[in-house]
């Protein structure tokens, strides 16, 4: 069962934060985030990992709550190059393999 | 400088026919994936491998057969294509595919239209 996100779009100014949520009804072992601009390759931004560790490359947060299997991640200050569709990804159980929800479409306006 | 190539990048094949795409990569990197993306549902998985002949099936597995003779290379093979297999395909790397790793690296896709 795929993870849900929410919202299924935003739109913002530049400048404005975002919070993009994912909630999975498996008990995670973590949680990845990736960013896809249209006609492109989907590009990973973030692993949030069972127990606290989180790995990232880019100017973004993000939480992992392990007691409710909800992530968040958060924009801040967006930028015009922040715009594409966010994916979440979750891996339950021992299962090397991720799960990914339908996708948060962010357009980030002048 | 691309560790994970697709072949081919655009398909236009008639339904009945076998199909197969080829995903290559350099990064020696253990596990490999194929996902499907379609409108509305986001990636779904097909099917994956976790090592030279160990592959498992995916959530959308069923049309779809794969194989692995060799680390770098990952082939998908659409036994015979539907409509409803037209789609954009992924392929994506990971080296630890647990998690503990980099997340996963995706090809630049395969657009594969079936008529």
């Known amino acids: 069962q795929q993870p849900v996100q929410s919202p299924q779009a935003v739109i913002l100014r530049e400048g404005e934060d975002a919070v993009i949520n994912c909630s999975s009804s498996k008990a995670l072992y973590s949680v990845h985030w990736y960013r896809q601009k249209h006609g492109e390759a989907p590009v990973f931004l973030m692993i949030?990992?069972?127990?606290?560790e989180q790995k990232g490359h880019e100017k973004i947060s993000a939480s992992f709550n392990e007691k409710k299997q909800q992530s968040s991640l958060y924009l801040t200050a967006s930028q015009l190059s922040y715009s594409g569709t966010y994916f979440c990804?979750?891996?339950?159980?021992?299962?090397?393999?991720?799960?990914f929800g339908t996708g948060t479409r962010l357009q980030v306006t002048l | 400088d691309a560790g994970i190539t697709q072949s081919p990048r655009h398909k236009v094949t008639e339904t009945g026919t076998p199909v197969t795409l080829r995903c290559h990569q350099t990064e020696n990197h253990r596990y490999m994936y194929w996902y499907r993306q379609d409108p509305g549902h986001g990636l779904r998985l097909i099917h994956y491998s976790y090592g030279v002949k160990d592959t498992d099936k995916g959530e959308v597995s069923d049309g779809y057969s794969v194989s692995r003779s060799k680390t770098e290379d990952f082939l998908l093979t659409l036994e015979s294509a539907t409509s409803s297999q037209t789609s954009v395909y992924f392929c994506?790397?990971?080296?630890?595919?647990?998690?503990?790793?980099?997340?996963?690296?995706f090809g630049s896709g395969t657009r594969l239209t079936v008529v």
């Open positions: 990804g979750t891996e339950a159980g021992t299962a090397s393999k991720l799960t």
């Open positions: 949030l990992l069972k127990g606290g």
């Open positions: 994506a790397i990971s080296d630890s595919g647990s998690g503990r790793g980099d997340g996963y690296t």
